[in-house]
């Protein structure tokens, strides 16, 4: 594989919220370009929490980071606001495809899109973009995305963060409560464009297996803390990965021991 | 809130061929060239007039809790901080024509809506509620015990100068109408592009969702600051026009929080989100009480005094008010709607048949 610059690293990074719930207490991990990275981990385990700090939409929700850095594109973002990051090109997609439903699912790909101030013609070429990308959203552009599946809904959020032409996509869980069917057409699409036009993904997921099959990377966190990194086809065939999910008694220290160096 | 408007758009979803535009090209032609010509004294002076100012209102306050999201029960302090600071630039000001007055008022109004949007950026529904009674009760409070505000009138009450503008004397009751209208007319037109703009679909994904909005970039504090602006910049107007156009005598009292409580019952049973919900909301609750007070002196007589039906109005609104949001919570806009929709289908599947 070849070498990439680092775009984005966190480094032992420590939040709480309210100053006295501690949420994360060592999170490291590292995004490359033209990279996919799988964030892996079960319930409670700090996946939203560590990607809302580096999205910086923690003090929005009375939480802080507490200690470590996070670095994007060369520079310490710790501090930055939301608005800032999607401008520098850090977009996320939350958890539980939160669309705007009464908008129509044109206007919320078109809200997307309004950080960068577009112009008519340049706003419906980034429109066929994703209308290219995921077909179902074309259909059902004049729906209130309330009113549209689930899958649907997915994609528009996805669709909405692309419109802001991130360098690196942030994604929370995409594949929560949808049919495998679905699942695969979403990572297919998100592949796609970390093929053809070198984007970034980093993605938090339940479910390791749609992850790592996709993912050229992974880190795997437990109670806040990341203990397992490296490439994901190693960690595809590892048991010990298997027991994370399933929270059979692998301490965290035999499985730190066992952590292959990452790439 | 968001399910309201939700069914809102499902329903509008299904385009026909713009009633819209042709409805409202008859109204303004009804409401420039018709009324003026036809209508009484009464009826401008009780219903119309009112009821330009109260729609006026009900559309500032669609902008914060309708398209925003944000919940207010201040209403009626930001269009007594209108009507006085229109009074005091009229008084203290003579060289001012009106018409900047009135754009004068809206700011000085926009900027107190500022300051109390201010707990919005940490508070949220109920809460951000009852922190924006605090404009209520402090506002009316000051116009009650600074005596400047009112030029040391008794108990904070001010008659206003007859309304003329560039010179062309206004004080008639038609010319009242006319000049609210005018009003109401530009302000309208003015939201309306507003909630077509980049900035109307940021105000509705802020209601939608404030997370997700700010995820993408929205920016989410001062988003909410605009809405609490530009709503009480044009609740504050509606205040002048109460002031100068309907009342001519006010006193703080007047805006007192029944006053914003009926500006938010504009906006609800009017609906949500939607411009032409101001109006009809406006519109029942201006002719209701007339119609309410006809229908009890015909079947009850002697007996329907003002007591009975200041009880009976409060008792049907309340009903009207439970009735709509169970039923149609989407408004009085939706209901339209709807019946627009029912009413095309029987014409155009009567023409198929025929045809």
């Not at chain 2, 910049?233 to 026009?241: D, E, H, P, W």
Request: include cysteine.
């Amino acid at each position: 594989m070849t070498i990439h610059e680092v775009l984005l690293s966190l480094d032992g990074v420590e939040a709480t919220y309210n100053h006295a719930i501690r949420a994360l207490s060592g999170v490291s991990l590292t995004v490359r370009t033209k990279e996919i990275v799988a964030l892996l981990g079960a319930n409670g385990a700090g996946k939203t929490t560590a990607l809302k700090a580096l999205s910086g939409l923690l003090p929005a929700e009375r939480g802080q980071i507490a200690a470590g850095s996070i670095v994007y594109d060369g520079e310490d973002v710790t501090r930055r606001s939301p608005a800032e990051l999607v401008r520098a090109g850090l977009v996320q997609v939350l958890e539980g495809r939160h669309c705007f439903r009464s908008l129509t699912v044109e206007d919320n790909l078109i809200v997307g899109g309004q950080v960068r101030g577009l112009d008519r013609a340049a706003l419906r070429s980034e429109l066929e973009r994703i209308y290219a990308l995921f077909p179902r959203l074309r259909d059902r552009r004049r729906i209130p995305a309330g009113l549209t599946s689930g899958g649907e809904q997915q994609m528009t959020a996805i669709g909405r963060a692309l419109m802001a032409r991130p360098r690196l996509l942030v994604l929370d869980e995409p594949s929560m409560g949808l049919a495998p069917m679905v699942v695969e057409g979403i990572f297919a699409a998100l592949k796609r464009l970390n093929r053809e036009e070198g984007l970034s993904i980093l993605v938090a997921e339940q479910n390791s297996t749609v992850a790592l099959r996709h993912a050229d990377r992974a880190s795997v966190l437990e109670t806040g803390r990341t203990v397992l990194d490296g490439s994901a086809a190693d960690l595809r065939d590892r048991d010990d990965i298997k027991a994370f999910y399933l929270g059979f008694g692998v301490g965290s220290s035999t499985a730190a021991a066992t952590t292959p160096t990452a790439a | 809130m968001t399910d309201l408007a939700l069914e809102k758009t499902a329903a509008a979803a299904p385009h026909r061929a713009s009633p819209a535009l042709l409805g409202i090209g008859a109204l303004l032609i009804v409401a420039y060239g018709v009324l003026p010509l036809v209508a009484s004294e009464y009826l401008f002076d009780a219903i119309l007039t009112p009821f330009l100012a109260l729609a006026l209102a009900g559309l500032g306050l669609n902008i914060l809790t309708g398209y925003a999201g944000q919940v207010s029960l201040g209403s009626s302090a930001f269009m007594a901080v209108g009507a006085y600071a229109a009074y005091n630039l009229a008084l203290r000001l003579p060289g001012v024509p009106f018409l900047v007055d009135i754009l004068l008022a809206g700011l000085v109004a926009a900027a107190v809506g500022l300051l109390f949007g201010l707990p919005s950026l940490r508070l949220r529904g109920f809460y951000l509620a009852v922190s924006t009674l605090a404009a209520q009760f402090f506002v009316q409070w000051v116009f009650n015990k600074v005596g400047w505000f009112s030029n040391n009138s008794p108990s904070g009450i001010v008659t206003v100068p007859p309304l003329s503008v560039a010179g062309l004397p206004l004080d008639s009751s038609a010319g009242r109408y006319l000049f609210a209208l005018g009003v109401v007319t530009a302000v309208t037109l003015a939201v309306w592009r507003l909630v077509e703009s980049p900035t109307g679909r940021a105000l509705v994904a802020l209601r939608d969702h404030e997370t997700a909005a700010r995820v993408i970039g929205i920016p989410v504090l001062r988003v909410k600051l605009l809405a609490f602006a530009v709503s009480s910049f044009i609740i504050g107007v509606a205040g002048v026009l109460w002031a100068f156009a309907y009342l001519r005598t006010v006193e703080p009292a007047g805006f007192n929080l029944d006053r914003s409580f009926q500006i938010l019952f504009i906006v609800i049973i009017g609906g949500l989100a939607s411009l032409r919900g101001a109006f009809l909301g406006a519109a029942l609750i201006v002719v209701f009480p007339l119609l309410l007070s006809r229908l009890g002196e015909a079947l009850l007589g002697g007996l329907f005094d003002s007591g009975v039906l200041e009880m009976s109005q409060r008792i049907v609104l309340g009903l009207l008010i439970v009735t709509f949001l169970i039923a149609e919570p989407a408004g009085l806009a939706a209901l339209l709607d709807r019946l627009w929709n029912r009413a095309w289908n029987w014409i155009s599947g009567r023409f198929r048949r025929t045809g």
